[in-house]
């Protein structure tokens, strides 16, 4: 019959047509792409590449942050699982990406084009949320009207409503004010938002008690005819118990019903749920705001897929928290029940949070990044994972920053917005439809590395990093480089191990690192990378580990001109023999 066109052919043809591919052995079949085996044993792929299903690197994903080049400054921007929303300042909000209409705001059109969802009263100033399973969040105008987005159950956004924006007002007819939003945000199923006349409120599901009322709202079961109980919602506004004296900074949420409010003196105050202990402190849940303890004075508050930053007064960053990828900075994976003060970053003025990853904004303007980066979405240029912090290089002037779950985003001084990360919804919004091959794409399979050695381990001076490992490749009699990468608190070196020719069997590697007084404590990566040399076809895979002082101190303390009996308070000069490890001492 007929030849299919590159164009295709209509469905409502209803007839077979020949495709033009010959020597064809096998034959599969995906929803947007399809892949064959040919007669002489190669395997080729044809259709969209949106999700790298061609065995492709998505030409559409960016390693590096990118200018997506808006006409008008940019005011605030933020990351929802795979959504972009941003606002300018002709009082518009944007939307680009998502995996659906609902997650898009109901906002039809191009996904990969930024579409307007609508023009406000006032400017867009922030945008808050953290969702897990469901899409939700809320963005707060200039003028103190406050809207929320997304999934709706348990009156979410504070009342009755679809997927669509709904504006979050009062409806306790029990409370006066008036009512106009400094910030605030909205996870899956509650809410959480500060006035302007300094009172924190709440609304939503009381799970874990996340509207910190003082006390645990359960209703009836209609499930059971009122036979047991559960937990029950609220509309807005609750008034949340905290005193009103006390001047609040701003309010924060969480993914698991966690609630956070930062106080104008310094004090970070927590409700709620207490997911991988991300505030500090073992106890699982509260119905009254606590205060997070083990911090210094603090100016700004990140709250993570499950994991909390700090930044205090004079310019540390403090993290806790689920630590699964690195996301806390300390050089390590092990989750943190108590802050962590990171001190290999320089003194910083801004942090930014994503799902499974940090960022800080150093006082020039530097940016620095560290955790989850499957996607690229540190912006450092690759897909490796980062267990402490790491400059990010080709940017400047950077005064604010966000992550979600496989991108970020920031905003330069000059009010531009970047993006990085994964594209395969159209979320970074740069207006590039996802690429469609045409013609049959050969699928070159690349060198699988494979390492023996245990991740993330501790080391000390005199020791010594060994990597073991092997690399396979389908076919033979191809030239192979294996080279690996160390990356650390000095910068970055280097080296080639071997180049040979690929057989039926394993080639194996050996990485030998001696740990010397010269390797200054914190995280490092060592990135092994094997490469075919004609086609460049290549894999890479990192392996962590830490440097520190395991040796706790000797420990002395001066009590030569201290009677044995005093009913006053006396000093006492301590002094330790090095400033690594830890020790102790008492004296009576």
Not at 537 to 561: M, R, W, Y
Request: hydrophobic share 35%; aromatic share 10%; proline share 4%.
């Amino acid at each position: 019959g007929n030849v299919i066109p590159s164009t295709g052919v209509p469905y409502s043809l209803k007839k077979a047509s020949f495709t033009g591919l010959e020597n064809v052995e096998k034959i599969g079949y995906g929803i947007e792409h399809f892949p064959y085996k040919s007669l002489d044993g190669n395997i080729y792929l044809i259709g969209t590449n949106a999700s790298g299903q061609l065995g492709k690197e998505d030409a559409n994903s960016k390693k590096v942050f990118t200018n997506i080049n808006w006409p008008y400054p940019i005011t605030t921007a933020a990351y929802n699982k795979t959504t972009l929303l941003f606002g300018d300042n002709q009082k518009k909000l944007y939307v680009a990406g998502g995996t659906s209409l609902n997650e898009r705001i109901l906002i039809g059109g191009e996904t990969n084009t930024p579409q307007a969802v609508n023009t406000f009263s006032a400017n867009v100033k922030e945008i808050n949320g953290d969702s897990d399973g469901y899409m939700n969040g809320a963005f707060v105008l200039e003028d103190g009207r406050m809207y929320g987005y997304g999934h709706n159950a348990y009156q979410a956004k504070g009342g009755p409503g679809g997927y669509g924006l709904t504006e979050v007002i009062n409806r306790n007819g029990a409370l006066t004010g008036n009512f106009l939003i400094e910030n605030g945000g909205i996870t899956p199923f509650s809410g959480i938002a500060l006035s302007k006349d300094n009172i924190v409120y709440s609304w939503g599901r009381d799970e874990k008690g996340a509207l910190g009322l003082g006390y645990y709202y359960i209703v009836p079961n209609p499930d059971t005819g009122g036979a047991t109980t559960t937990v029950g919602d609220k509309s807005s506004f609750q008034k949340v118990i905290f005193d009103d004296s006390i001047n609040v900074k701003k309010v924060f949420v969480g993914v698991d019903y966690e609630k956070m409010i930062l106080t104008e003196d310094g004090r970070v105050f927590w409700f709620g749920q207490n997911t991988f202990y991300r505030a500090g402190t073992a106890q699982t849940g509260s119905n009254l705001p606590i205060q997070v303890q083990n911090l210094p004075s603090i100016k700004q508050v990140e709250m993570g897929n499950r994991h909390t930053m700090f930044l205090d007064i004079d310019g540390n960053v403090w993290t806790v928290g689920n630590n699964a990828s690195g996301q806390l900075g300390n050089g390590a994976i092990n989750t943190l029940t108590v802050p962590y003060k990171i001190t290999s970053l320089p003194k910083i003025k801004s942090i930014g949070k994503g799902d499974h990853s940090s960022f800080a904004i150093a006082e020039n303007g530097d940016l620095y990044a560290w955790g989850d980066n499957k996607y690229g979405q540190l912006g450092l240029g690759d897909d490796i994972q980062r267990n402490s912090p790491k400059k990010v290089e080709g940017v400047s002037n950077v005064k604010y920053v966000e992550g979600g779950t496989k991108n970020s985003l920031l905003i330069n001084d000059s009010d531009q917005l970047f993006v990085v990360g994964s594209d395969q919804y159209g979320q970074l919004g740069i207006s590039n439809p996802p690429p469609i091959f045409k013609e049959g794409q050969e699928l070159i399979f690349p060198p699988n590395i494979s390492i023996s050695t245990a991740d993330n381990q501790t080391l000390q001076t005199g020791q010594t990093m060994t990597v073991d490992g092997d690399v396979v490749i389908e076919k033979t009699g191809k030239q192979i480089e294996i080279s690996y990468e160390l990356e650390g608190p000095a910068g970055k070196t280097k080296n080639v191990l071997k180049t040979y020719t690929s057989t039926n069997t394993a080639e194996p590697f050996n990485i030998s690192i001696p740990i010397t007084g010269a390797m200054a404590s914190g995280g490092y990566l060592i990135t092994v990378t094997a490469k075919e040399v004609v086609s460049g076809v290549k894999s890479i895979k990192g392996i962590s580990f830490a440097v520190t002082d395991l040796t706790n101190p000797e420990i002395f303390a001066d009590i030569t001109n201290i009677p044995k009996w005093k009913l006053s308070p006396s000093e006492i000069n301590i002094t330790a023999s090095d400033l690594g490890g830890s020790g102790l001492k008492g004296y009576r």
